[in-house]
């Protein structure tokens, strides 16, 4: 099963910062939102991606002051992204790899969808249930 899969599963919006931001919008996105990164967007191409560990980071290296600093300044840069033809199992091993938790899918140079480790996790466990009730209806009927 591909990333295409996924996508096409009912998600919510995809929420995005612009390198100009503000940590302090973005942080406050984040937390309305309660999720864990975003991506950075100029002209729909990802240039990076804000997340948690990047606030944290941020408040360790520069203190107060990361708060008025553009995403743009503190973003995880170049983005690792991703194809939608790509595996599942690919993409899990990719983000276990990386110790990463989101990633980007993109299409000719452009966004077309965002997913976290939790979406594939939920998308193999959603399939390993059909199998097996798949498994048990094939007993249950032989």
Same mark, same amino acid.
């Given at each position: =099963? @591909?990333?295409a899969k996924v996508l096409d599963s009912p998600r919510g919006p995809i929420h995005q910062a612009q390198a @100009? %931001? +503000?940590v302090t %919008? $973005? $942080?406050a996105l984040l937390a309305e939102r309660r999720i864990g990164a975003v991506p950075? $967007?100029?002209g729909g191409a990802v240039v990076g991606i804000f997340s948690e560990r990047d606030v944290i980071y941020? /408040? +360790?290296t520069k203190g107060?002051? /990361?708060l008025d600093m553009p995403v743009g300044e503190v973003m995880t840069k170049p983005a690792v992204t991703i194809e939608k033809e790509m595996a599942i199992l690919t993409a899990l091993s990719l =983000? @276990?790899?990386r110790r990463i938790r989101? /990633?980007?899918v993109v299409e000719g140079g452009q966004m077309v969808g965002f997913i976290s480790i939790g979406d594939l996790v939920k998308s193999r466990i959603d399939r390993i249930e059909a199998e097996a009730a798949a498994m048990r209806e094939y007993i249950q009927s032989a």
């Open positions: =099963m @591909t990333i @100009t %931001d +503000s %919008d $973005v $942080v950075v $967007v100029e941020g /408040l +360790s107060a002051a /990361l =983000m @276990t790899r989101h /990633l980007p």
